[in-house]
């Protein structure tokens, strides 16, 4: 446990920044295309030509680090025919050309370790593309030496058109099985057909991807997010689900106890590093209890996301239902919380919560002053909302076109994007040119100023980096009110440092100066239309509608 925590400690208030490298930045078009081989001639490809580049990500490392993100996630950059755009992977040791090479990768990662800026990346243990070497092969012949790698099931003598089981598949309709004509046997996918659900019972699976592990921590990664990582282990019997679940997805609901020994076995594996490598996984069970069990007895993952918030409307009373489960569910296994309210998966929180600005800034003050780590989705500091994807322009099997929208740099035509005349992958983000990274940061009131600010604070507060937190009752429910900051008898005692943070979810004016006792300042406020506090300034008890502000002691200041 002593180990663990050493590990986490410098994660817990750390703020991680994801980036879905296709639509983050496109800097070197023409290295694409060499490593593409394409010729003059070649047809264009808005998907291909227009996607970004990890050239983009290392240019921009500054902007990750004026934010004051402490780490970058970046979504899967491996060799991969793009089904899933990227998810699909058919070898974990490379670099698609789409993206780079191994010596661009090498270039962002010692440039982001200049900055401080430490680099996970998104490991995709649960499937391989079809096109992996191991599938190609296991789907040979019932013999081959990769057949076990993935999961076959005979079909059924009397109802051969019918799948072994009735688990559905993510994305689209159907079976999470599909028949393999040459061999006569079902594989399984729990997301498309192009996605075949390895089968980590096999020794070799495991031992091959601590191989891969290895390959990356060598270059010097800090870690991985781990995708899927509750379908790692799966009920040998493959037993049907109850008839009332059948309509969902089964990667939504399989939890079942043989992924905990493999997730100890990765954890060992990865603790013998030296950089002590984070472990965080998506584990998509939504239920903060089920979650929990991820992160063993701190020898399994490190974090987990807590995804509930992605699904929580804009409530306070849903979020502070969200709080009182997370920590009264991790709290007493002392599990660290994540805190998510976007990502590639998702509608923008912008987007869901209707698409005020005013909105999207008491977002920002509450996602930064929970307890926990927090990860933001690359175009959240900007206030980005989603694009309206027009049909004939749309990707994803999966419909999330949206929220992957390409990140806007500048007002010019092109965004800042090496486009050349042509077309960005996907259009780019709305009032991209007022939302933009250029005319944001010379803008003391926008979005990404209020990040920074909310950032920088929480780096200096030791209460708001790792303290605990504390519910508080400020009178009407669509005030969302906590405390953070040393345990409970501090509190009582008005410890140093301790801070308050305030969120107005309704749209009238509030008074909350029930929930606190002697004078505060703000130290932080989201400002925005109808604000009533000014920053470092005495909070005078009321909140603006739809205001968030973190207050502090007057006379202490944060340590
Ligand atoms: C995870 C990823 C998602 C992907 C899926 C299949 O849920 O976040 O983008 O499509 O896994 O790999």
């Known amino acids: 446990m002593t180990g663990a925590r050493e590990a986490l400690a410098w994660w817990q208030g750390a703020v991680v ?5 296709r639509s983050y930045c496109l800097a070197d078009p023409s290295g694409r295309r060499a490593r593409l081989a394409l010729g003059a001639g070649s047809p264009p490809d808005r998907v291909r030509d227009g996607a970004g580049d990890l050239e983009g990500i290392r240019r921009h490392l500054d902007h990750v680090a004026e934010l004051g993100a402490d780490a970058i996630w970046l979504s899967p950059i491996y060799p991969s025919p793009m089904a899933d755009f990227g998810y699909d992977v058919a070898d974990y040791c490379g670099i698609d050309p789409l993206f780079g090479d191994l010596d661009t990768f090498d270039a962002l990662l010692a440039d982001a370790h200049d900055r401080s800026i430490r680099v996970l990346l998104d490991w995709v243990p ?29 079909p059924d003598p009397l109802d051969p058109a019918r799948p072994p089981n009735n688990w559905k598949r993510a994305f689209g309709e159907g079976p999470a099985w599909t028949f393999d ?19 980590w019972a096999t020794p070799e699976v495991v031992e091959a991807m601590e191989g891969v592990l290895d390959f990356w921590l060598a270059r010097g990664v800090d870690g991985f997010r781990i995708d899927v990582v509750h379908g790692l282990g799966k009920p040998p019997e493959l037993d049907d689900v109850p008839d009332a679940q ?16 493999i997730l100890r076995r990765l954890r060992a594996h990865v603790d013998r590093w030296p950089q002590q490598p984070l472990l965080v996984g998506e584990v998509f069970l939504i239920d903060a209890g089920k979650v929990a069990k ?5 020898d399994e993952l490190h974090l987990a996301f807590n995804f509930a918030p992605m699904f929580s409307p804009f409530s306070g009373v849903s979020f502070r239902r969200r709080l009182e489960e997370i920590e009264a569910t991790l709290g007493p296994v002392d599990a660290w919380p994540t805190w998510v309210l976007s990502n590639h998966d998702r509608p923008r929180h912008r987007t869901r919560f209707g698409g005020s600005e005013r909105r999207a800034r008491a977002a920002a003050v509450l996602s930064i002053g929970m307890r926990g780590t927090v990860f933001l989705y690359a175009g959240e500091e900007l206030g980005l909302e989603d694009t309206e994807i027009p049909d004939e322009l749309a990707v994803d099997p999966g419909g999330r076109d949206g929220c992957r929208a390409p990140i806007p740099w500048d007002a010019s035509a092109e965004h800042g994007w090496a486009l050349g005349g042509s077309e960005a992958w996907l259009p780019f983000a709305p009032n991209a040119t007022t939302l933009n990274v250029a005319n944001e940061a010379r803008d003391d009131s926008s979005v ?9 604070f929480r780096r200096r507060s030791s209460a708001l980096f790792d303290g605990d937190l504390q519910l508080l009752e400020a009178g009407p429910e669509e005030v969302l009110a906590f405390r953070r900051g040393r345990r409970e008898k501090a509190f009582a005692e008005a410890g140093e440092g301790e801070v ?9 004016e509030q008074p909350v100066d029930e929930a606190l006792s002697g004078p505060w300042v703000v130290e932080v406020g989201s400002g925005g239309e109808g604000s009533l506090t000014t920053e470092h300034e005495l909070f005078a008890g009321r909140l603006g509608p739809e205001e968030a502000v973190i207050l502090r002691r007057p006379d202490r200041g944060a340590r």
């Open 448 to 456: 990404l100023a209020l990040y920074q600010r909310l950032i920088e």
């Open 294 to 298: 991820y992160y063993g007895n701190g």
């Open 17 to 21: 920044y994801q980036i879905y490298p």
């Open 181 to 199: 004509e040459l061999t006569g046997q079902w594989y399984l996918h729990l997301f498309l057909p192009e996605q075949p659900d390895l089968n």
């Open 126 to 154: 649960n499937h391989t593309s079809d096109r992996h070497p191991w599938f190609e092969d296991a789907r040979r012949s019932r013999t081959s030496a990769h057949r076990d790698w993935y999961v076959w099931r005979d």
């Open 500 to 508: 308050v943070v305030l969120v107005n979810f309704s749209d009238v």
């Open 246 to 261: 059948a309509d969902i997805p089964y990667s939504a609901l399989n939890d079942h106890d043989s992924t905990h020994p």
